[in-house]
């Protein structure tokens, strides 16, 4: 029996790209666990350090796959196969995954994964109903990626507009470094938003030609505006914290939505997805749902726990390697294509 035929497909997959140390059980493409442990570590220092990163993973990456096979019931030797990221991310962060991935299926004498990171995050759609038909359109917004791709197949892609400058929530978490928020300042960003007017103040939007984004002119103006303000108001931004919020917001989202309207009147395709750490946004989800309603698109976004990093993503993904027989060598690294 070759192992695509085998009966009960039972996968540990670990996500480690970056500063989430995650581990997840999927049994014939359903999720029976998903662990996550985050790193505070970072906040004190306003962004990702990666050699804390890395050796953070190291020390997390035991107890968090013991809590999801615990969660799940499952054993080791139960095991078809393991999972893990192979890229993007920070390398020290990648290998941790990479590494302990290896040994243990090279233990159990069981195959071993390797899912794009970026792949797992469009995926995603595929662990819960309702699940898109393909071809469809994933805007996938991260910390470090921002692109509307087409997607043909599970592992079929086109990407038809990219950030040409910071990613999504890269220009999230700077809006709200400037507004002396903690980090990631994201989900702050988003929890303040809900209490301000989106129209409070106006920035200017990029003038990006096809479907393209650009963030850092939204960031630059937005840094200049408060510093003027501040000269005048010391206390501007405690003052204006939640408006701030809610109009830098509005101001992303018209951007992000602007673009996907564009490629979707353009392919034709109404199938319309959110994915990556951004599409956590209430305001960006809200966004999608009511212009999907409006121009007739059928629209999909993953539950809250897939939309962040997390491993379910890299299990649903590794479900479907599995039932092609796509596998690694031991001597894999683990970098994107
Ligand atoms: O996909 P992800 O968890 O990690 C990467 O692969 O980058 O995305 C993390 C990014 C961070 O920039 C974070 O601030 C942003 O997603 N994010 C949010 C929200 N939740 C997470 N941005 C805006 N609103 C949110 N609710
Ligand atoms: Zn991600």
Redesign the pocket.
């Known amino acids: 029996m070759t192992a695509n035929l085998q009966k009960d497909i039972l996968i540990l997959a670990i996500e480690s790209?970056?500063d989430d140390t995650a581990a997840s059980i999927i049994r014939n493409g359903k999720i029976l666990s998903n662990k996550v442990a985050s790193q505070g570590i970072h906040e004190q220092y306003g962004g990702v350090v990666p050699e804390l990163a890395g050796r953070a993973h190291q020390q997390n990456i035991v107890p968090v796959v013991d809590v999801a096979l615990h969660n799940a019931g499952v054993s080791l030797h139960q095991l078809s196969a393991i999972a893990f990221t192979k890229g993007p991310g920070l390398i020290g962060s990648l290998m941790v995954g990479c590494s302990f991935a290896k040994s243990l299926a090279q233990s159990l004498s069981i195959p071993l994964i390797g899912i794009h990171?970026m792949e797992a995050?469009v995926l995603a759609h595929f662990i819960d109903e309702p699940k898109p038909q393909f071809p469809f359109l994933c805007l996938t917004v991260?910390?470090?990626h921002t692109q509307i791709v087409k997607m043909n197949d599970y592992f079929s892609s086109e990407i038809l507009g990219k950030t040409i400058d910071d990613a999504a929530?890269?220009a999230?978490?700077k809006a709200a470094k400037i507004l002396q928020l903690p980090y990631?300042?994201?989900?702050f960003?988003?929890k303040y938003a809900k209490l301000g007017n989106p129209k409070a103040f106006l920035f200017p939007q990029p003038n990006i030609p096809d479907l393209d984004y650009s963030f850092s002119g939204i960031k630059t103006s937005f840094l200049y505006f408060l510093q003027k303000k501040m000269k005048e108001n010391p206390s501007f931004i405690e003052e204006e914290l939640y408006d701030l919020c809610a109009s830098i917001q509005y101001t992303f989202i018209k951007h992000l939505m602007k673009k996907l309207v564009q490629a979707s009147v353009q392919t034709g395709i109404k199938e319309i997805s959110l994915a990556?750490?951004?599409s956590?946004?209430?305001g960006l989800r809200l966004a999608i749902e009511e212009e999907g309603e409006k121009r007739a698109w059928n629209t999909y976004i993953p539950a809250f726990e897939y939309c962040?990093?997390n491993a379910a993503m890299i299990a649903i993904a590794a479900h479907y390697k599995f039932l092609r027989g796509e596998f690694e060598t031991l001597q894999t690294a683990p970098f994107a294509r």
């Open positions: 790209s970056c990171h995050h991260s910390g470090g929530g890269e999230f978490d990631p300042g994201g989900p960003v988003d990556g750490g951004v956590a946004n209430s962040t990093d």
